[in-house]
C-alpha cells in the first residue's frame, strides 16, 4: 500500500481532552464525547481501502488503552515534538523514511467529514504537490503530501506558523506560494471545538438523520442525543 492516512490522537483523558467545551459539557463527559469522534473516524477511515490508517498518539503511555479501543489492525506511532509544528514535521517525515508516496495528517475534530475528501485528496496527489483541506475557524482540518510534495515541503511548510489560530490556513497558503509548490485545494469544513461548534454538529447529525441520509458518526450522535 504506497498511501497512509496519520491520524493525530489523544488519549482520551478526563479534563485534557476537548477542554474548551467544558464546562457546557463536564470533563467526563467531554472526554466521552473524544473518544466517540476517534472511534467514529477512524472507523470510517478504515472503509477506505487504498489507503494505510496510522494512529500518532500522544501520551506514550497511551499506546495500549488506544490499541483497546481502535484495534491493532492501524500502525501506531508516538508523536514526538513540543509544538503542532514539531508533531507535524515529525509524522511528516516518518511517513516519508517509510517510502509512501502519498500521505495524509489528519485531526479528530471531525467526526462527520466525508470520506470522499480524504479519497479526492489522495486524487489530487497524483498530479499535486501538496493537498490541503481550509476549516471554517480559519485553520485546516487535513494536508496531504505526494512524496515530490514533502520533500518540497517539509519542514518549511509547518515552521513560523501561529498554531491555534484564525490565521493558520492564510498562513500555510504563503508558504506552499513562496516554495512554488502545485497545491489541490478540498472544500471547507468544520472542526468541533467550541460550544456552538458543537451545537452545529448536533444539528448536523440530526439533519442527516431526518433526511435519512446515511448516518456518519452513530457513536458521536448517540452521544449527543442522549445528552442534549
Request: glycine fraction near 6%; charged fraction near 15%.
Amino acid at each position: 500500500m504506497d498511501a497512509c492516512v496519520i491520524v493525530f490522537v489523544k488519549s482520551p483523558v478526563p479534563g485534557q481532552v476537548k477542554t474548551r467545551l467544558i464546562p457546557y459539557l463536564s470533563p467526563e463527559q467531554a472526554s466521552s464525547l473524544y473518544q466517540a469522534f476517534v472511534v467514529d473516524w477512524c472507523s470510517a477511515l478504515s472503509t477506505i481501502s487504498s489507503v494505510r490508517c496510522v494512529i500518532a498518539y500522544t501520551p506514550p503511555k497511551a499506546l495500549s488503552a488506544l490499541q483497546t479501543l481502535l484495534g491493532k489492525d492501524p500502525i501506531y506511532i508516538p508523536q514526538q515534538g513540543v509544538t503542532l509544528g514539531d508533531r507535524l514535521i515529525a509524522a511528516a517525515q516518518w511517513a516519508c523514511a517509510q517510502d509512501y508516496t502519498k500521505f495524509l495528517l489528519v485531526g479528530s475534530d471531525s467526526p462527520t467529514l466525508p470520506t470522499q475528501y480524504v479519497e479526492h485528496a489522495l486524487e489530487l496527489l497524483g498530479r499535486r504537490d501538496v493537498v490541503i483541506g481550509p476549516s471554517v475557524d480559519g485553520g485546516y482540518y487535513l494536508i496531504g503530501f505526494s512524496k515530490q510534495g514533502a520533500s518540497l515541503s517539509i519542514p518549511t511548510i509547518f515552521e513560523g506558523i501561529a498554531w491555534s489560530t484564525d490565521v493558520v490556513f492564510r498562513q500555510t497558503l504563503r508558504k506552499i506560494q513562496k516554495i512554488n509548490a502545485r497545491l489541490g485545494l478540498l472544500p471547507p469544513w468544520y472542526d468541533v471545538d467550541t460550544p456552538s461548534g458543537l451545537l452545529l454538529l448536533r444539528d448536523h447529525l440530526l439533519g442527516m438523520h431526518l433526511a435519512e441520509e446515511s448516518l456518519r458518526a452513530p457513536q458521536t450522535y448517540s452521544k449527543l442525543t442522549s445528552w442534549l
